[in-house]
């Protein structure tokens, strides 16, 4: 799996790591980034299709 580095306000980050953990949401920072990801490009595809703009 590739790796990718992102700059991230501290705010964010701390915010972030209070869903991660053992008995929390996430187990670790990298599952929490993709599932936010995989949710976002969800939400977009759902707009797209909303707006009538067919991918390819």
Same mark, same amino acid.
């Given at each position: 799996?590739?790796? @990718?580095? !992102?700059?991230?306000?501290?705010?964010?980050?701390? $915010?972030?790591?209070? %869903? !991660?953990?053992?008995?929390?949401?996430? @187990?670790?920072?990298?599952?929490?980034?993709?599932?936010?990801?995989?949710?976002?490009? $969800?939400?977009?595809? $759902? @707009?797209?299709?909303? %707006?009538?703009? @067919?991918?390819?």
């Amino acid at each position: 799996m590739p790796k @990718v580095s !992102v700059d991230i306000p501290q705010q964010l980050l701390d $915010d972030l790591n209070c %869903h !991660v953990g053992e008995g929390r949401k996430f @187990v670790s920072q990298s599952d929490a980034i993709r599932t936010a990801i995989r949710k976002l490009l $969800d939400r977009m595809d $759902d @707009v797209d299709t909303m %707006h009538g703009r @067919v991918k390819e």
